[in-house]
C-alpha cells in the first residue's frame, strides 16, 4: 500500500512536470499545425538561462522563472518572425527539417558554449529537500515544479477562453478560414503563438532545472516524450495535455519499479499504440491528426 | 516520353542511366589513394541507403524517421551470424533483409494508419523502440555492448583487403538500389504511389490498392537499408546499438534525398556526394578543435535547403534550365501535404 502511494504520489509529480514541459508544444501544434522538433533544445535552453541565472545572479529560478518566460517569449518572436514564418504554409516536409534542423543547430551551439557537462542548481536549503507525507518520500523540487505546472496550465486556459487575443488563438486553431472571414490576422496569431508557446517552454525548463540535469542533449529526450504527452492528452487541447502528462507520469513510474531498463520504451510504445488506436488522443476532437493549414 | 510496355523508359534517361554505371562501377576501379578511397566507399553506401530511403519517403512520399531500425537489424544480423556462428555475411545480408521485411510489414498495421508527421514520429519511436530493446537483451543473452568483427580478409566472409573492392561492393549495392527506384518510378507501380503521394483520398477513391502499394514499397525499402547495414558493418568492422541504430542516420537519409531531389532516381546520389564530403571535411577542419562546430553547419545546411531547395538540387537545376531555354518551368513534382 505504501509502494502504490509513493509510485502514485511519484507519478503525479512527474507528470505534472511533463505535462508543463509538453504545454508548449501542444499550443504550437494546435493553433498553426506545426510540430516543433526543436521543442526539446527550447526546453534545453531554458534549463540552461535557468542555471545561469542561479549561478551568475544568485536568483532561484523558481523566482526568476517570470523574467525567463518574457525573454523567451521574445526568443519565440524570432524563432517565428526568422524562420517558422518562411515554412508555415509549405509542405510538412519543410516543417520537419527545418525545426529538425534548428534543433541540431542549437543542441551543438550549446555543446560548444557550454561542453557537455551535466549541470543542476541546489535550491533547497539542506534537509528540506524532501518532505515526509503520510510515510511517503515527496522530494520539495517536484513538488513546486508540479505546483507552477498547475498554475501556468491554469492560466493559460483562462486566458484562452476569456481574453480576445485568446480567444482568436482558439479561433484561428479551430478553423483557419473561418477565423480569417471573422477579421482574425492569421500570421499575427502564429506569431503570438509561437512566442507564447516558446516563452512556456522556457519557463517550463527553467522550472525544471533544479530537479533535472541540464545538458545540451537533454531536449532529445524531452521531445519525445512531450510529443506522447501531447498525442495521449489530445492535439491542441491544453486540459489534454494536463491529462495526458499525468497519465503518462504515472505508466512510467510503474514501469520504472517493475522494469527500470524499459522505462523509456514505455513511452515509445504508447505512442504507437495510441497513434494507431485514438490519434486524436483522450480528449482531443477526431479528426485533429490530419488536419493542416489550407 | 512514351510508354515501352510496363516500363515508361525514353531517351532522356540514357545520361542518367551512364552517369549511374560510370560512378557504380568505374570509379571504385579508378580511384586508388586510400583517402579518396574512403570517401567513396561513404559515399556509395549513404547512395545506396538515401535511395532505399527515397522509395518509401520519396516516391510514396511516406515520410520515415526511423530507418535506423532497418539499417541496424542488417548490421546486427549478419554481425552475430558470422561472430558466433560463422555464417557468411552474404546469407546475413539475406537474413537482416528478412527481418526488416517482417519488421516493416509487421508495424505497417499501426503506421500506415497515420499521415504525414505522425507517420514521422511513428515510424521514429519505432526506431527508438528497437534500439532500447537491443540494449535490454542484453540482460538475457550474453551479447557485448559492443562488437567488433575481426579483421581476417576473404571474399565469403565479405571483408576485403583494399578499400577498391569495398568501394566496388558498394558501387554494386548502389547500382541495385537506383535499378530498383528507376524501374518502381517508370512502371505503374510507381504511378500509383505518387498518386498515393500527392492526394491519397484521390488515389484511394480512383480504386489504387493504397494499403498494397505502401507496403510494397516500404519492405522494399526495409529490406535494402538493412543490406546497407551489413556492408556498413562489414566496412568498419564493429557496430554498437548506439551508432547503428542512431536517429543521426534516420536524418541523414530524408536529408541526402532532399538536397539532391527527392522522389528521383539519382537525387539521394547527389545528395550524399555532397553530405558525405562536406561531413568529412567539417569533421577534419573543426571537429577536433571545436567539438559540435561540423554539426551546427550541418542544422544550418537544413535549414537552408529545405527552405530553398524544396525540391533539390536536381529540381532547382530542371527549373533553370527550363528558364534558359525560355521555356516555362515544367510541372515539377511537388511534394505536398499529406
Known sequence: MQVLLQLLISGVLLGAVYALGALGLNLIFGVAKVVNFAHGEFLMLGMFAGYWLMTLTGINPYYGAPLIGVAFFLLGLLFYGGLMRFTIYKPELTQVFATLGLGILLQNLALMAWSADYRTVQVMPPGFESINFLGVFVPTNRLVAAGYAAVILGAVIVFLKTTFTGRAIEAVSQDLMAARLMGVNPNRIFLITFGLGIALTGVAGAVLVPSFYAFPSVGSFFVLVSFVVVVLGGLGSVAGTALGGLVLGIVETGTGYLAPDLKEATHFVLLILLLALRPHGLLGVKGAEKETLK | ?338
Open chain 2, 1 to 338: 516520353m512514351r510508354a515501352h510496355g510496363y516500363l515508361a523508359t525514353g531517351r532522356r534517361d540514357l545520361p542518367g542511366l551512364a552517369l549511374t554505371l560510370l560512378v557504380a562501377v568505374a570509379l571504385p576501379l579508378l580511384v586508388r589513394d586510400e583517402y579518396y578511397a574512403n570517401v567513396l566507399v561513404l559515399i556509395l553506401i549513404y547512395a545506396g541507403l538515401a535511395s532505399s530511403w527515397n522509395l518509401i519517403g520519396g516516391v510514396a512520399g511516406q515520410f520515415s524517421l526511423g530507418h535506423s531500425a532497418f539499417f541496424g537489424i542488417g548490421a546486427y544480423s549478419s554481425t552475430i551470424l558470422y561472430n558466433y556462428l560463422g555464417v557468411s555475411p552474404w546469407l546475413g545480408l539475406l537474413v537482416g533483409g528478412v527481418i526488416s521485411v517482417a519488421l516493416a510489414a509487421l508495424i505497417s498495421f499501426p503506421v500506415f494508419r497515420m499521415r504525414g508527421v505522425f507517420f514521422a514520429m511513428a515510424t521514429l519511436a519505432v526506431s527508438e523502440t528497437i534500439r532500447i530493446l537491443v540494449i535490454y537483451a542484453r540482460k538475457f543473452v550474453p551479447l557485448p555492448y559492443s562488437i567488433s568483427i575481426n579483421y581476417e580478409p576473404g571474399f565469403w566472409r565479405m571483408i576485403f583487403e583494399d578499400r577498391s573492392s569495398y568501394a566496388l561492393l558498394a558501387g554494386c549495392y548502389f547500382l541495385v538500389c537506383a535499378a530498383v527506384t528507376f524501374v518502381l518510378t517508370r512502371s505503374y507501380t510507381g504511378y500509383y504511389l505518387r498518386a498515393i503521394r500527392d492526394n491519397e483520398d484521390a488515389a484511394d477513391a480512383s480504386g489504387i490498392h493504397i494499403r498494397r502499394y505502401k507496403l510494397l514499397a516500404f519492405v522494399v525499402s526495409a529490406f535494402l537499408t538493412a543490406a546497407g547495414g551489413t556492408l556498413m558493418a562489414q566496412y568498419i568492422l564493429y557496430i554498437e546499438p548506439g551508432t547503428v541504430f542512431s536517429m543521426e542516420l534516420s536524418v541523414d537519409l530524408p536529408l541526402m534525398s532532399i538536397l539532391g531531389g527527392i522522389g528521383t532516381v539519382l537525387g539521394p546520389f547527389v545528395g550524399a556526394l555532397i553530405l558525405i564530403p562536406l561531413r568529412e571535411l567539417l569533421v577534419e577542419h573543426l571537429g577536433g578543435t571545436l567539438p559540435g562546430a561540423h554539426l551546427v553547419l550541418y542544422g544550418l545546411l537544413l535549414i537552408l535547403i529545405v527552405i530553398l531547395l524544396p525540391n533539390g538540387l536536381l529540381g532547382g537545376l530542371a527549373r533553370l534550365g527550363a528558364r534558359l531555354r525560355g521555356r516555362r518551368p515544367a510541372a515539377r513534382p511537388e511534394v505536398r501535404k499529406a
